[in-house]
């Protein structure tokens, strides 16, 4: 873990893309020693079992290979790892301390033979096209600007009915849980993160990347639009989080 170049981030909407790519660089390279515990502290460790579902809804079929993409410190590659021990799983990211430390807990629990991560970016994948039954991304996709670029990454690699499954922190339709969680992200967790990291710059970029994000409709459309069928958004949790689900046509 490394100190983070800048402790004040603009707003979202006034970055531009080049910005945005290195604050998020910045930010993960920040935070990887706390990364895991602040994750599960931050959502009531909701998001173990967000990632639980996202790997039951999995299907291996035809070349039993999982790609996690923007794999962090690698749960969700291991998550899967451990439901479907048959199922070889490769997990990219673009910061090499998430990747380094997903390595760690992998030597640790046993599973090199199984699981490996490396560096990669998910707009950009070296894999050739057809080489997975199955690619997810993780509360990752808020992070990218070109979301469009990344999803078309992750239909390529896939083999026809293959699936691309997104896993993102979402609002809740406005009412009583989008209040409760709006007070949540803007007057809650700022606090905490002051508490508990030396970048709480990272934690109010997190609640403007949430906030910013794509509604569901526009979300699963755009998945149609990069070519996937039978897209869906299931909500979890109050719809606090959501998990996307779209299969690759046959051309
Ligand atoms: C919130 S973390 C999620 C990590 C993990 N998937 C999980 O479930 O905990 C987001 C990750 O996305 C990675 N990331 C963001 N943009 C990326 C890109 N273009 N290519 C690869 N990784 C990226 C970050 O480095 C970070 O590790």
């Known amino acids: 873990m490394r100190e983070s170049k800048n402790q004040d981030y603009p707003p979202v909407q006034e970055m531009t893309d080049d910005q945005r790519i290195e604050i998020v660089k910045d930010i993960f390279a920040s935070v990887t020693d706390k990364y895991d515990f602040l994750n599960k502290f931050l959502s009531g460790r909701r998001d173990v079992a967000w990632r639980e579902r996202t790997v039951k809804e999995m299907n291996f079929f035809n070349t039993y290979r999982f790609l996690d993409v923007a794999t962090g410190t690698g749960d969700l590659a291991l998550d899967c790892t451990r439901k479907y ?9 673009f910061v090499q301390e998430m990747v380094d430390r997903g390595n760690e807990k992998i030597t640790v629990q046993n599973l090199s033979d199984k699981v490996e991560l490396k560096w990669g970016d998910a707009t950009n994948l070296e894999f050739e096209d057809n080489t997975f039954d199955v690619t997810a991304m993780a509360f990752g996709i808020r992070n990218i600007p070109d979301k469009e670029k990344a999803l078309k990454e992750m239909k390529r690699i ?10 993102e922190l979402t609002t809740p339709e406005p009412g009583f849980w989008r209040s409760i969680y709006s007070f949540y992200l803007k007057g809650l967790l700022p606090k905490l993160a002051r508490i508990f ?3 709480p710059s990272a934690y109010k970029y997190l609640a403007d990347s949430i906030i910013n994000f794509p509604t569901r409709r526009e979300f699963v459309a755009l998945m149609e639009s990069v070519g996937l069928k039978n897209c869906r958004a299931i909500p979890l949790t109050f719809g606090v989080c959501t998990l996307y689900i779209g299969k690759k046509k046959h051309e």
Do not use: E, H, K, S
């Not at 896939?158 to 896993?167: A, F, N, S, T």
């Open 85 to 93: 021990p048959n199922v070889y799983v490769t997990g990219v990211d």
């Open 158 to 167: 896939i083999v026809p009915d293959g699936q691309v499954m997104v896993l």
């Open 197 to 199: 990291t030396t970048n």
